[in-house]
């Protein structure tokens, strides 16, 4: 009886995969190709088909089967793709649908409403339609329900099994030692020569370059493409066609090919999800930490490593042989690692990073919480730059109107960006520690044992566990942030000579 019902279940999960996988195809294009001209029958038919796949997951006869399927004796990864499934139905129909199209509304005034203030430095004007989302907000906890504070209920959203108890209790600490780490680096008399870093560099030696460090490290060209975007960014239309998009900065050597091994980090994790759950629930990410633990993996812990330059800078330098005649790897690795508090979040190093998210979610907790009033953000926000960061911030629109999040009603998102650090370096130490010929193989070119130990520890296991529970599988430990301090403190004591 119950293996009838659950090829139903699977059956009905295809389709609504399917229509979903083909908005994904529709919005790349939207990001990569489309002429603007196209904008308007592109939003229509995003919406529609936005509404075709909430009809064709929410109706009856889905509810009834996972009603009956809950009940009967699944074990194992049938009894978890039925309960993963039936925790997105119930989340999916806890809001009513005149509130869902309310807050669609109010997040696209939002975003209409910060693009314009943004432009004009004006925060007064984007204060009305940020009052409304949060107010919304605040509501969309109550439909949804939790326990402790409202902000449980959004952090949900993106990271389900963390409350904002412990992402309070892991952030305190963790934003003190990394601004004690960057006080010392500031007040270190080893910093970086970067100057040749800043020149034209052209497009096409940038793209070059990155296509081989793709190739290196294992993204299959046969299973993805890439294309530029202004925004970089990763989709996946299934688990054999995952696409990442890129943008060659002239001016930013560093920060263009570094994104790129991001979103290719993203795109590797996607890639590895369990094929014999294609088209479910569970062939997908439990979070937005553990996915995040992924890019930041191949960016950071990987890509601004010395046997990483060491591997690649001859082929950086192939491509600039004149600019770059009198350099070597060394110079490489120290300039891809320069640390310097900045307003920018997008733009930070990997020290003073996870500032810049304590830093929102503090207010952002603080907001939704009743505990700070729209009006005084700006100040809230700069007293805070000047707390962790050291800086005056001279303008909102690159101080509390710098991200797009908020504006969209993504609250709640933030703390993901952090976490994902966090859990990167607690796996890479397991990795590392399995693996103890690691860095010779990165430094020889070859980064397989990394790929397979991730593909055996995390991209397999897609949603059959939550984010969390992932790291502690796979390190024996629950999720923590002494890794990562031990890991900058590491590498930044050496380089900076602390
Ligand atoms: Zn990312």
Not at 65 to 89: F, I, P
Not at 341 to 360: C, F, G, K, W
Not at 455 to 484: C, F, K, S, W
Request: glycine letters at 6%.
């Amino acid at each position: 009886m119950s293996n009838s019902k659950l090829n139903r279940l699977r059956e009905l999960l295809a389709e609504v995969n399917d229509v979903g996988k083909a908005m994904a195809v529709l919005n790349w294009d939207q990001q990569c190709w489309m002429p603007s001209g196209g904008a308007r029958a592109r939003g229509e038919q995003l919406a529609t088909l936005a509404g075709l796949v909430h009809r064709l997951f929410t109706t009856e006869e889905m509810g009834g089967l996972l009603n009956d399927l809950l009940a009967s004796n699944l074990t194992g990864d049938e009894k978890r793709l039925v309960e993963e499934t039936k925790y997105d139905y119930d989340r999916s129909r806890c809001l009513p649908e005149s509130f869902v199209k309310e807050f669609t509304e109010a997040r696209s005034a939002g975003f209409d409403a910060w693009r314009h203030a943004r432009a004009a430095n004006d925060f007064p004007a984007f204060r009305p339609a940020l009052e409304r989302i949060l107010e919304l907000t605040r509501q969309k906890a109550e439909y949804c329900g939790y326990e402790g504070s409202p902000y449980n209920a959004l952090l949900e959203d993106y990271e389900r099994g963390v409350s904002s108890d412990h992402v309070r209790a892991v952030f305190k600490p963790l934003a003190q030692r990394q601004k004690d780490l960057v006080a010392r680096i500031m007040a270190s008399p080893n910093a970086p020569d970067v100057s040749w870093v800043h020149r034209n560099w052209v497009a096409e030696g940038c793209s070059n370059f990155g296509r081989k460090v793709l190739e290196a490290i294992g993204y299959d060209f046969n299973r993805g493409r890439r294309d530029p975007a202004p925004h970089p960014f990763c989709t996946d239309f299934d688990i054999d066609d995952v696409r990442i998009t890129t943008r060659h900065c002239e001016d930013l050597l560093f920060s263009s090919v570094m994104a790129e091994l991001h979103e290719a980090g993203h795109a590797l994790f996607e890639m590895g999800l369990p094929r014999e759950w294609r088209r479910t629930t569970l062939c997908s990410a439990p979070g937005l930490g553990i996915h995040e633990s992924q890019s930041r993996l191949w960016e950071n812990i990987v890509g601004r490593s010395r046997p990483f330059w060491r591997h690649f800078f001859p082929m950086l330098r192939a491509e600039f042989p004149t600019e770059m005649a009198h350099l070597t790897a060394e110079d490489a690795y120290a300039a891809a690692n320069e640390v310097r508090p900045s307003l920018i979040r997008v733009e930070a190093d990997e020290v003073t990073y996870n500032l810049h998210v304590v830093i929102r979610f503090e207010l952002e907790t603080a907001l939704i919480e009743g505990n700070l009033s729209v009006a005084d953000l700006p100040a809230a926000w700069n007293e805070k730059y000047r707390d962790y960061l050291g800086i005056d911030v001279p303008s909102d629109a690159d101080g509390c109107m710098q991200d797009v999040h908020w504006s969209e009603g993504l609250i709640g998102y933030f703390p993901t960006y952090a976490l994902g650090n966090l859990y990167s370096a607690q796996l890479w130490e397991k990795l590392e520690a399995d693996t103890p010929d690691v860095w010779q193989r990165v430094e020889s070119g070859d980064f397989s044992p990394i790929l397979s130990w991730l593909r055996e520890h995390v991209h397999r296991v897609g949603r059959r566990r939550l984010g969390p529970q992932i790291v502690e599988d796979a390190t024996g430990r629950a999720p923590e942030a002494e890794p990562y301090l031990r890991y900058l403190e590491k590498k930044y004591g050496e380089l900076y000579g602390l």
